[in-house]
């Protein structure tokens, strides 16, 4: 299981992606079904398209941390604005769907997209036209370093040169 969480991440964050963009093709195109207030004020004009675009980039995995940081801020802002004021609980103000979005949200900031998204495409592309320095060594330690002798933890292996930045 633990070598597979995380595909099933980036499952997770494709569905929720996917669902979360609805609610916003239903606030401004009224698609897959009109929304039920027929002039919408500017808040949820926002709302809704930070749901298409935001839920688009998740979707792809494209810009993930950022984006899901800030669809985490939304749903934060739409369960405090709309849902608590109408009491505590979040199945009684029904508010239950803003919560978990919020927290998901907040996890894929903290994660990341995952190895099916274009952020992980992007990342290996980018360092390996890049890549100046030997394989195996960072970007750092490639410009600058020095060797330095470590000494062994366990008696049975012995000690490990490696290379550090200045």
Not at 37 to 46: N, R
Not at 81 to 91: D, E, R, V
Not at 115 to 130: A, I
Request: proline residues 9%; contains cysteine; charged residues 15%.
């Amino acid at each position: 299981m633990n070598r597979c969480s995380p595909y099933f991440l980036c499952i997770l964050r494709i569905i929720a992606a996917f669902v979360y963009g609805v609610h916003g093709t239903q606030k401004l195109f009224g698609f897959p079904a009109p929304f039920p207030m027929p002039h919408l004020p500017p808040l949820f004009l926002a709302g809704g398209t930070i749901e298409i675009f935001g839920g688009l980039l998740l979707l792809l995995g494209l810009f993930t941390r950022p984006v899901a940081f800030i669809l985490s801020g939304e749903m934060a802002v739409a369960y405090f604005n709309f849902h608590a004021p109408q009491g505590f609980w979040p199945l009684l103000n029904e508010g239950e769907g803003a919560v978990l979005y919020c927290f998901m949200f907040l996890y894929f900031a903290s994660t990341g997209g995952g190895p099916w998204s274009f952020d992980r495409w992007l990342r290996k592309t980018f360092t390996n036209r890049h890549s100046f320095e030997k394989p195996g060594t960072s970007r750092l330690s490639a410009v600058v370093h020095q060797t330095v002798e470590a000494r062994s933890v366990c008696p049975q292996f012995p000690p490990v040169r490696t290379r550090v930045a200045d």
